[in-house]
């Protein structure tokens, strides 16, 4: 057997579990994988056949004898075992086919993650190897990763806009002091988008042609553009091409962050005193891979009446918040974001 020793720098491993997709990062590596959180696994023996991408290229394409799994839902994990058999293989392939020296792990969970859930993350990764192993909340990773000097005593707004879960935080002297969360996110959207495009049209869209139609959409804008996009005709069974208009799938997306506004509104209506010009001043960021919208900080503007920001690389703030802090672990488990 090949056995890899890891670098002394590898020690340190840090992992944004997102519904859509896992990042891993490693001191010795930097971002090191960055693929779906998805697993694909015979159902006659319960063989592991891939992870990630490969596993997501099976979806919808592979035979009703393999099982595509996904790892994380809404935020949470949807299966130990299967988790533990997605990282087992990860582990190995990107470090190597086992590690001697057992690393220490950061895991980013939702803010609103009860404390048996964040015990279960635990038990997993040290099942696996790790020799200590911290939580760290969506929210402060990103504002971290954003370049936010999160340890001020002036506050910090954030909306983090993931797939299972869109979650807003307010952030001072290094810890979450008001959160809300809604798991109507981005999985709930392209939900939503699919339903009313099937029942205004009869067409069934892939899930890759709806996510065309998201990055398509431009919010607060009224105009005829149109996206041709291809599906299943559910009347006669046949592929089948059709337009979309922006005016119908923008007014969809409407009602969904409208739900964000309320949630943003309820963050607000509970900031201490002491945070509001804070927050006022310098406004709401928002990051998280459906950030991206084109028109949605101009509608938040709008709608909040405080400047808006989307920040640089939002997909990738998490873990980036994740790699700062792992390099500064000592400030971070004395300072007041942290519980042991």
């Known amino acids: 057997m090949n056995l890899k020793l890891l670098s002394r720098l590898d020690r340190l491993i840090g992992i944004d579990l997102g519904t859509s997709k896992i990042r891993v990062w490693s001191k010795g590596k930097g971002i090191c994988f960055n693929e779906p959180s998805c697993i694909a696994v015979s159902k006659k023996t319960g063989q592991v056949l891939a992870i990630g991408t490969e596993a997501f290229e099976m979806e919808g394409r592979a035979g009703d004898d ?33 590690i001697l020296i057992r690393p220490v792990g950061m895991i980013s969970v939702p803010s609103n993650t009860p404390q048996t859930k964040k015990d279960l ?4 990764f040290y099942d696996l190897g790790m020799s200590e192993v ?13 370049g936010v000097p999160v340890a001020d005593a002036s506050g910090c707004f954030i909306l983090q806009m993931g797939k299972g879960v869109t979650e807003g935080a307010i952030i001072s002297m290094g810890r979450v002091v008001v959160t809300d969360f809604s798991l109507q996110a981005g999985k709930f959207l392209s939900e939503k988008i699919a339903w009313e495009i099937k029942k205004d049209t009869l067409v069934e869209l892939p899930q ?53 506004l309320y949630l943003l509104n ?6 201490p005193p002491e945070l509001t010009t804070d927050v006022i001043d310098k406004g709401l960021l928002i990051s998280g891979a459906y950030s991206k ?23 990738l703030t998490v873990i980036n918040g994740i790699s700062q802090v792992l390099d500064n672990l000592q400030l971070y488990k004395e300072s007041l974001g942290y519980v042991s």
């Open 293 to 315: 919208m084109t028109g949605l900080e101009e509608y938040l503007i709008k709608e909040l009446k405080i400047p808006v920001a989307s920040v640089d690389d939002p997909e």
């Open 208 to 260: 890759h042609e709806i996510e065309r139609i998201k990055e398509f959409i431009q919010l607060g804008v009224k105009d005829n553009k149109t996206i041709k996009v291809s599906g299943q005709d559910l009347r006669k069974r046949v592929p089948k091409e059709i337009e979309i208009e922006n005016d119908f799938v923008s007014a969809i997306t409407q009602q969904v962050i409208e739900k964000y």
């Open 134 to 146: 911290y939580t760290i909340s969506q929210s402060l990773a990103a504002a971290i990763g954003s």
């Open 66 to 98: 393999i099982q595509i799994t996904w790892i994380v839902q809404e935020g949470q994990i949807s299966d130990a075992d299967l988790t533990k058999a997605y990282f087992k293989l990860l582990f190995r392939k990107v470090f190597g086919e086992f």
């Open 121 to 124: 993350f635990s038990e997993i």
């Open 266 to 271: 309820q963050i607000m209506s509970k900031i």
